[in-house]
């Protein structure tokens, strides 16, 4: 039997204990710090040669104690990482709050106990590595309380918290998909699962918004006693430019992991790949993940070719960016792909021929279809919500293509928003997916998800605004409304109801209060933005002292008009109006040739109160007619920050460019939310097959 009094204690004990418990001590520190070099020597260098600047709480559990203790007690420490390993940056997540901070959050009495260390394994002994915890993350098995601290659990062996999961963002837009993957972590770890090396956008605004998120990620992860600098980032314009010299590397780093690219432009190819040559890990498992360009699939892209004289889709460029994604698959064999499309890709046409199987096809065997090689390095695509899997040289018939399409109001988000997603997993990790599937959560309904937010009232075009003239035009139309009610097919089913409401609403109707919003609007407690449903842990952040991208378009008034019969159209008769057959008071019809052909059916779309909101679309930047706000008060289209709400972007997620560009971004994004759920599938099919440890 050895003896070991205060080992590691927080105050500064002495260090007490035989050779042989010395070398059973350090065998977990040598296992968390995997690149260290320690070896034990019979010196106290297990203790020295971790003593420098950076800290982290270290936890042993000893499986032998001495009766009195009772089970599982506990030595603790605040640990230190070795310099040599922070000047690899081998270990930035770990870069935390000094011994001073971490003693405030937590303290730990020293004991003293007796126990055999003759036959402790690195198992048995189940060393934890701590770190604060901050910013949203989703967390698998459901989460748990929130503390100070958190430890790492794992599946097999031990979660590392040095080696995060690579991740490659191509076609990344806002950054939807790599906010999600970044956001995961596993059950009760501090630690993010993922870590993005390198994302890849080609317009020029989408990447400064992610460059910014980056430059979030990094100081949540290096520095959070220095996330102020962010919100001073989203609290002042011109803030980047005034940024601490403390964290401007950070930004610089932002820069070089958030790129400017147009891939299958050879110049921007060379580029990432050597990118991905200097920062990708080849020898570690990694993930790729983005959506090609969807313009040339989307039912709406295929219309507009359509007028388009002399167009051939095998002529056009935008139906093959998808190999330039194959391309990296093929070059770099990551371990999991996630791709993601509109579902008109399932129908989407080239030569007479449907793309999709092609496209199955071409990601199982990736040097078949780029005619390279065979290195036998092949992939089987699995729906995340069926058990269909396409192996390679299976027949396109051997799965159904509509059983890859994931509906994301199933799964906790608050939009219908309907997508072909494919999972592709290297066939050596292949044999764990298939236990691994998202689990459907209803997604909550419009109202619960942007109500908490200001109410806000639209503007006026092609004539002075303010609100005055606003409220004038307004009740203007609310009263003649009405009161064509009433002398316009009186006697339909709900007509007297509506003319009711319409009334109603007017009597109601106050502008008091109501502002156009802007890029920056100050938080009030009248306004807290909760939803309360499974939603505000991964939306709300109370640090951030205002909203963002909350600004009201301004509208014509016949449009207004429209928007407010719309509203009130939807409470009562519970469904959106419909073209000329509900819009059918002669003051509603627009100056459109063809408004009674049936072309113009959903035009005007009121998104409901009760129901989730119907897909949020690039085509949102045009106008806002086809995402009519439902509180007839406010007489508006949504704002930039409502529709990215009801994408599942956090509050904290600041869009830059132009409100155009803003809803763009947004429109083009994967939810994060349902992002992150996949994030959890391909955590856990890897962790299953090669425990990153």
């Known amino acids: 039997m050895s003896s070991v009094s205060r080992c590691f204690s927080t105050s500064g004990g002495p260090f007490q204990r035989s050779q042989k418990a010395r070398e059973s001590l350090c065998a977990p520190l040598q296992l968390a710090f995997p690149n260290c070099q320690y070896r034990p020597a019979k010196s106290t260098q297990c203790v020295v040669c971790f003593f420098v600047s950076i800290f982290i709480f270290f936890e042993l559990g000893f499986p032998e104690i001495r009766p009195g203790l009772g089970y599982g007690g506990i030595l603790a420490s605040f640990m230190l990482m070795p310099k040599a390993a922070v000047d690899k940056d081998t270990y930035p997540e770990l870069r935390q709050y000094n011994v001073g901070r971490a003693r405030q959050l937590l303290t730990v009495e020293p004991v003293a106990i007796t126990l055999s260390m003759e036959e402790l394994s690195y198992q048995q002994l189940r060393p934890r590595v701590f770190s604060s915890d901050t910013g949203h993350h989703f967390r698998s098995s459901g989460g748990g309380q929130r ?153 709406v892209g295929r219309a507009r070719n359509r007028g388009v004289a002399g167009y051939q889709a095998e002529n056009d460029h935008r139906h093959f960016l998808y190999r330039e994604y194959l391309r990296i698959i093929q070059q770099n064999r990551p371990a999991v792909f996630v791709m993601e499309n509109v579902k008109g890709i399932l129908s989407s046409e080239v030569g007479g021929e449907k793309i999709f199987p092609k496209i199955l096809q071409d990601l199982s065997d990736p040097d078949r279809a780029l005619a390279e090689p065979t290195s036998g390095k092949r992939y089987k695509i699995f729906s995340l919500v069926s058990d269909d899997v396409y192996e390679s040289e299976a027949s396109p018939n051997s799965v159904k293509p509509a059983n890859y399409v994931i509906r994301s109001e199933e799964y906790g988000v608050p939009q ?33 998800i942007i109500d908490g937010l ?16 606003w409220e004038i035009a307004v009740r203007d139309n609310l009263g003649s409304l009405a009161r064509e009610c009433i002398q316009v097919n009186c006697d339909k089913p709900g007509r007297r109801a509506l003319a009711s ?193």
């Open 454 to 469: 200001p109410k806000l009232r639209s503007g006026l075009t092609k004539e002075p605004d303010s609100p005055e003239a």
């Open 147 to 299: 503390y100070p601290f958190r430890y790492i659990p794992t599946q097999r062996g031990f979660m590392s918290v040095t080696h995060p999961i690579q991740i490659v963002d191509l076609f990344a837009g806002p950054g939807g998909l790599g906010e999600g993957f970044s956001a995961h972590r596993f059950t009760s770890s501090s630690f993010d699962t993922f870590e993005i090396k390198v994302s890849a956008e080609m317009e020029a605004s989408a990447r400064s918004t992610l460059r910014l998120r980056a430059f979030y990620r990094l100081l949540r992860r290096k520095m959070p006693e220095r996330l102020d600098e962010y919100y001073k980032v989203c609290s002042q314009g011109g803030a980047i430019d005034s940024l601490s010299p403390s964290v401007r590397d950070l930004w610089l780093h932002a820069g070089e992991e958030a790129l400017q690219l147009e891939l299958g432009k050879p110049e921007d190819n060379a580029k990432l790949d050597e990118v991905l040559r200097k920062n990708l890990d080849a020898k570690r498992p990694w993930v790729l993940i983005g959506g090609p360009p969807c313009q040339a699939y989307s039912l």
């Open 501 to 693: 409401k319409l009334k109603t609403d007017l009597g109601s109707f106050s502008v008091e209060g109501l502002t156009r919003g802007g890029l920056r609007v100050n938080k009030s407690r009248w306004a807290d933005g909760r939803t309360g449903t499974h939603l505000d842990s991964w939306l709300l952040d109370d640090q951030l002292p205002l909203w963002l991208n909350h600004e009201a378009r301004s509208h014509m008034k016949a449009d207004l008009r429209r928007y407010a019969f719309a509203a009130a159209f939807a409470e009562v008769y519970e469904r959106s109006p419909k073209g000329h057959q509900d819009f059918d008071l002669p003051s509603l019809e627009p100056d459109h040739k063809n408004w009674k052909s049936g072309k113009f059916s959903d035009r005007f779309r009121v998104q409901r109160r009760g129901s989730p909101s119907t897909t949020i679309t690039s085509h949102i930047a045009k106008d806002g007619h086809y995402f009519i706000h439902y509180d007839v008060e406010q007489c508006r289209s949504l704002t930039v920050r409502e529709a990215a709400r009801l994408q599942t972007f956090p509050d904290n997620y600041f869009f830059l460019g132009n409100r155009t560009q803003q809803f763009h971004q947004v429109g083009n994004a994967v939810p994060p939310y349902l992002a992150c759920q996949i994030a959890d599938v391909v955590a856990n099919i890897i962790n299953k097959v090669a425990p990153v440890s």
């Open 416 to 448: 219908a928003r309907h997508r072909v997603i494919l999972l592709g997993v290297r066939e050596d990790f292949a044999p764990a997916a298939g236990a691994y599937k998202l689990h459907p959560v209803p997604g909550p309904g419009v109202e619960q």
